[in-house]
């Protein structure tokens, strides 16, 4: 199993910055990527973006130039650097591991979510 905590959340007004930071621990070895979804009331969760362990990346386009994925696999934490807030991004924000393998099976670990509120 794993386990995420995420940590960075908060409220701000249009054009700030916030970074979100996602702890895992557990079987990190079973990771195969680490992503960031997140969710509004009423709507699926959306992905945002991803990063696998060799460090490719992929992001929403509503994100894309805006928003930056990373990860320190001395720590086994994966970052998200939002820049140029806008009302939009207003959601709760979860940390996803997807792990396994096609023999094993995947699956999906989240964090318990993190609110990010932008003001207009």
């Known amino acids: 199993q794993v386990q995420l905590v995420e940590s960075g959340g908060g409220l701000l007004q249009t054009g700030g910055s916030l970074r979100l930071s996602c702890v895992a621990s557990?079987?990190?070895?079973?990771?195969?990527?680490l992503g960031w979804y997140r969710q509004v009331p009423g709507k699926q969760r959306e992905l945002v973006a991803h990063?696998?362990?060799?460090?490719?990346?992929m992001y929403a386009d509503s994100v894309k130039g805006r928003f930056t994925i990373s990860r320190d696999n001395t720590k086994n934490t994966v970052y998200l650097q939002m820049n140029s807030l806008k009302p939009e991004d207003t959601a709760v924000y979860y940390c996803?591991?997807?792990?396994?393998?096609?023999?094993?099976?995947?699956?999906?670990?989240w964090g318990q979510g993190t609110q990010v509120t932008v003001s207009s």
């Open positions: 990063i696998t362990t060799s460090g490719s990346t």
């Open positions: 996803n591991a997807n792990t396994g393998n096609a023999n094993t099976g995947y699956y999906n670990y």
């Open positions: 557990g079987s990190i070895f079973s990771i195969n990527r």
